[in-house]
C-alpha cells in the first residue's frame, strides 16, 4: 500500500511544490502577464481558446503519429538492410549520419518549397524525417551484434536466413527497438512543431503558439506548451505499453 | 558399428588481410557410431572450427568430412548443437525453448507432440516444473541443462558440444558430466565434445582426441573402454590417473610446438 502511495503521492506533490514556485516568483517579480505568465494565469488562457486546443491537438497528434509510424516501417527497414549487409551498412552509414547531421529546421523550408501548400503532407515528412534516424540506427546494431552461436543453433539445422531473422534476430531487437523508439516519439513532435511554426498554414499547435507569440501573450503561450508536454507524456506512455506487451520479457524482475 | 563421423584429412586456413591463417592440417578423427569423443587441445587451436566443419556450417579447404557415410556439404537437420553460452531465447519460456529446432525440423508435428517430447527431455535433465519459467529465472547449471534438452529435441544422430560446461563451477559441472551420463542411455547419440578439461575428457569420452597446437592435427588419440553411465568415482581410479597424467603430457607437448611455431 504503502509503495503505491508514493508513486502517486510524491510525484503530484513534487509538480505542486514546482508550481508554486513558479508562481511565487512572477508575483514577487511583480511580472506583467505581457512579459511572463504564471500557472494560475495558465487554466483562463486554456479556457478562452478551448475549442482551438482540441483540434490543433488532435491535428498535431495524428501529423506526428503518422511521422511516427512512417519512421517505423522505414527506419526498421533500413536497420535491417544495414545490420544484415555490411555492404550497405558500410555504403548507408555516412548518408544517414550526414542527413541526420543536417539541423532540420533549415529542411522546413525546403520541403515547402517543394510541396507548396501540401501542409499535411510536409509536416508528416518533417516528423518522419526527424525520427528514423534513432530508430534505422538500434534495429541495425541490435541485428549485427547478433551473437554467432544464435545464428548456429538454427543455421546448423539448415534454417534459411529468413527463418532466423524472424524466430531469433527481431524478436532479440525488440528492447533496443523500444528503447529508440521513445527517442522518436519525442523527436516527431519536434519535427512536427518545427513545420507548424516555421511554415504556418493555420493548423495545429504549433500554429496556434505562433499566434501567441506575435500578441505577446504569455499565457497563451505556455498554456500551448504544456498541451504539447501533455501530448507528448500521453505518446511516450502509450509507446511504455506496446513496451510492456511486446518486450517485457526484457524487464528484469525487481528480486 | 561403422564410423558414424569421420574426418579426412581436414585442412582449413581462414582468410585474413595478412594472408591465409592456417587453423587445421591434416587432420584425422573417426567417431564410431553411439560413441563420445572428447577433443582437447591448447586454446585458440581451431576446436571450434572443428564443430563448425562438422555442422555444415563451414567447408574445409582441402579434405572430407562425412556423416552417416554421406560427404557434409550442405547443413542437416540431425545435427543438435550445445555451446558455452546457452544462448537460450529470453522472450520465450523454457519448454518453448527446447520446442525451437523442432519448429524448423518437424514444422507439421502437432504442438501436442513437440511439447510433450521437450516435457520428457526437461524431466530426464531435472527440469521438471520449469517448464514455464523464463531463461532469466534459471541459474546458469539449469539454462545449460534447458539448452542439452534444446539440442536433443529432435533426435539427432550427432550432437555437438562446444565446451557446454566450461562456464559452470565445478560442482555442477560435475553435475551435468552425470546428467550426461544419463541422458546418454535414453538419448543414444555420436558425441563430439570440445573441452579444456582433462578430467571432463576421460569420464565423458569413450576416446580422446589431442590436437596439436595452431595449426591444429591429431596428434594423439585415446581410447577409454569404459562402458557408461559411469560412477565420478570412476574418475580416482587408479587407470584414470595414469590416463589423465598421459594427456597432460601430451598437452604440454601440443602447446610445446605452438610456442616453438609462434
Known sequence: MSISWQKVLVPIIAMAVLLAAWEALVWYMGWPKFKMAAPSDLWPAYLRFQDLFW???????WRTVAGLMLAVVFGTLIGMIMGLSRIMNDALYPILVGFNAIPKATVVPVVALMFVGQHDFNTILIAFLISFFPIAVSVAIGLSTLEPEYRDILRSLGASRFTVFWKIALPKTLPEFFGALKVAVTLAFIGTNLVEIITPHGRGL???????????????MFAVLIALAALGIFLYYIVVALE?????WAERSPT | MGNLIEIKGVTHA???KAGPFPVLRELDIAIPEGSFCAVVGPSGCGKSTLTRLIAGLMFPDQGEVWLHGELVRSPRKTVGMAFQNPVLLEWRTILQNVILPLEIVAPRMPKRDKEARARELLALVGLEGFENKRPSELSGGMRQRASLCRSLVH???VLILDEPFGALDAFTREDLWQTMHELR??????????????????????QVVVLSGRPATTQYVMEIPIPGPRPLEMLYTPESVERLAVLRRQIQIAQGRAEEEA
Not at chain 1, 510492456?244 to 517485457?248: C, D, E, L
Not at chain 2, 542411455?185 to 569413450?206: N, Q, W
Open chain 2, 185 to 206: 542411455v535414453k538419448e543414444p547419440v555420436t558425441a563430439v565434445l570440445i573441452t579444456h578439461d582433462l578430467r571432463e575428457s576421460v569420464y565423458l569420452g569413450d
Open chain 1, 244 to 248: 510492456r506487451i511486446f518486450a517485457g
Open chain 1, 55 to 61: 483540434i490543433y491537438g488532435w491535428q498535431t497528434l
Open chain 2, 14 to 16: 581462414y582468410k585474413t
Open chain 1, 206 to 220: 504549433g500554429h496556434l503558439f505562433q499566434s501567441a507569440q506575435i500578441n505577446s501573450d504569455f499565457p497563451l
Open chain 2, 155 to 157: 533426435r539427432p544422430d
